[in-house]
């Protein structure tokens, strides 16, 4: 009782300062985070000290941390919510920023503009492609080159043993990023004359020992005798066009970067962040963390200049790692992970994983991909990410409807980007994929209410049931509950019922009600279960009959 007490009193201040605010003022859409600020120094990568940090440092800092550790109980004894993100508007979304912009799920692309992405990455061949740089570092070699037209891109090969895996995952999950709504490269799969490739009178490789050296012919071809020509010669690869603006190093999953007085809100509690660990669940991007991401200082036509955030580097998706397959264990558990690793010792080795008994490879193309042992809230890239640790049901739910937002028949578009010559292996990763969306679907949405796509018309609460028009629900099986809600939240009317037979569905604002705030709480059945968790949509109602949402909140 005590605890509880102490954990209450802690958390007092906070709860109170979460109490909703019903307004009219327009819906936030755009965080003014773009700003001209100076221009910061580079953050530099070290991967080592990164994979150390969020392994083992970030870790025990948690549990010192008395604001942590006291939600923390707070959540297990049920007398505290998790914490939120920060940066979600009145409606429960991610307002557009320097790091996120909304696409698909609310703005449906076509297949067309899934496949484009963020553009496509083909380097001008007309003339020769000088090598400016050799790529030595990271899980695939290559080169930086020049095209004619001036272009700077990166090429990255594919491995002997797996043709096409890496290039294809890199390819796909950064059209899928896209569409979600993240800032990612322009990539493409392209097939490059290697006649054309000459060395730059400024490219260096490393040399034993330290520093550099002039690169040589002998260079070159040490890359590309590794790699798998076409019939006609020409080489594949993954074509990677340099970003606009000045690389100022990598974003971290945690806090806030100093030189920049745009960064106000700390990266573990943006929803973007946070609900991307769904959205990697589902592409088993296993390699997501801070040594794959990127900041831009950017020039605006109109002077501004200010720090663009990216994900890169997307070659450990589903089931490739770059120059080989996944090992069975991504994306189960972290590479070093203490809960399993107790379990192991304390069972003397009986316990069994399921991933320690992996499935034979069926397509090299396309790696070690399975869902056998995908559990979606078990779901872990290769080291732990401390925005994905604070990822809360409502931040989930977010991920989920992005996923599951992409149709069957889009899922194949984006596939067949990846350009895979074997036919079944293409139609065996969008299968997979397609099942996997499915998994996070039925998973997450049974965590949240999956009612959404809110609207007032015509005197009506209009809502789409996002796992009915998804297919994972039936719509003559399901039901809805309301009661109306005056301005403070309390219920002012009985429970009313409706069968979901039509989706979007609708029901009818309660005839006469006042100017002024209202709303309702729905809470959804499926068959003969049990009433699941509410969602509460506000409105206001004007004098002249005009209605508008301003308010939306889910349990969670």
Not at 183 to 197: M, W
Not at 331 to 345: C, F, K, M, Q
Not at 389 to 395: A, G, Q
Request: glycine fraction near 8%.
């Amino acid at each position: 009782m005590r605890i509880t007490l102490l954990v209450s009193a802690i958390l007092l201040v906070e709860s109170a300062q979460a109490e909703p605010v019903l307004s009219t003022v327009p819906v936030k859409w755009f965080d003014a985070d773009n700003k001209s600020i100076p221009e910061p120094a580079e953050i530099r990568e070290n991967q080592v000290w990164d994979i150390a940090d969020h392994t083992l440092f970030f870790q025990v800092g948690k549990v010192l941390d008395l604001g942590w550790t006291a939600r923390r109980v707070g959540n297990i004894l049920r007398v505290a919510p998790p914490r939120q993100a920060d940066n979600v508007n009145v409606l429960d979304e991610v307002p557009n920023s320097s790091w996120y912009h909304n696409r698909h799920f609310l703005k449906r692309m076509s297949i067309a503009q899934l496949e484009e992405g963020p553009g496509w990455a083909h380097p001008d061949d007309s003339g020769p492609l000088e090598i400016v740089a050799g790529k030595f570092e990271g899980g695939t070699a290559g080169f930086t080159i020049k095209d004619a037209a001036g272009q700077y891109f990166l090429l990255k090969f594919d491995s002997e043993d797996n043709n096409e895996m890496g290039s294809s995952a890199e390819v796909i999950a950064t059209k899928f990023l896209h569409a979600a709504g993240y800032n990612v490269p322009r990539n493409s799969v392209v097939y490059l004359d290697p006649s054309r490739l000459v060395i730059g009178s400024k490219a260096k490789v490393p040399k034993r020992g330290g520093g550099k050296r002039k690169m040589e012919k002998r260079d070159m071809q040490a890359i590309l005798d590794n790699i798998i020509p076409q019939e006609d010669g020409r080489l594949r690869c993954v074509a990677s066009r340099f970003l606009s603006g000045k690389p100022v190093g990598i974003f971290d999953y945690h806090g806030r970067r100093k030189d920049d007085s745009n960064d106000r809100v700390d990266h573990e509690h943006r929803r973007e962040l946070r609900g991307l660990r769904v959205i990697g669940s589902w592409m088993n991007d296993a390699d997501r963390r801070a040594a794959n991401t990127l900041d831009m200082f950017v020039s605006e036509e109109d002077g501004r200049r200010y720090i663009r955030h990216y994900l890169i580097d997307m070659g450990s998706a589903f089931g490739s790692n770059n120059l080989m397959p996944h090992p069975p264990k991504y994306g189960n558990e972290y590479v070093w992970d203490p809960r399993t690793i107790a379990l192991s010792i304390v069972s003397l080795g009986l316990y069994r994983k399921g991933w320690e008994e992996p499935q034979p490879i069926k397509y090299p193309s396309i790696g070690y991909f399975e869902n056998a042992t995908f559990r979606p809230a078990r779901w872990v890239p290769t080291y732990p990410n401390p925005a994905f640790e604070r990822c809360t049901n409502r931040d989930a739910y977010w991920g989920a409807k992005i996923v599951m937002s992409f149709t069957d028949a889009e899922i194949r578009a984006v596939v067949g980007t990846g350009l895979l010559s074997n036919r079944d292996a293409a139609q065996e990763l969008a299968r997979l994929i397609i099942e996997r969306r499915d998994m996070i679907g039925r998973f997450w949405y049974t965590r949240v209410n999956s009612l959404d796509h809110f609207e007032v018309v015509d005197g009506e609460l209009h809502f789409e049931d996002l796992a009915v028009s998804g297919g994972l629900e039936s719509a003559d099986q399901t039901r809805y509950q309301y009661r109306l809600l005056d301005d403070t939240g309390k219920a002012v009317s009985e429970a009313g019922e409706r069968q979901g037979s039509v989706i979007p569905t609708a029901i009818i604002i309660a005839p006469g009600l006042s100017t002024g705030f209202h709303g309702y709480e729905i809470r959804t059945r499926r068959g003969d279960g049990d009433w699941g968790k509410a969602v509460r949509v506000y409105f206001h109602n004007w004098d002249d009959g005009r209605s508008r949402i301003v308010r939306i909140e889910r349990d969670g």
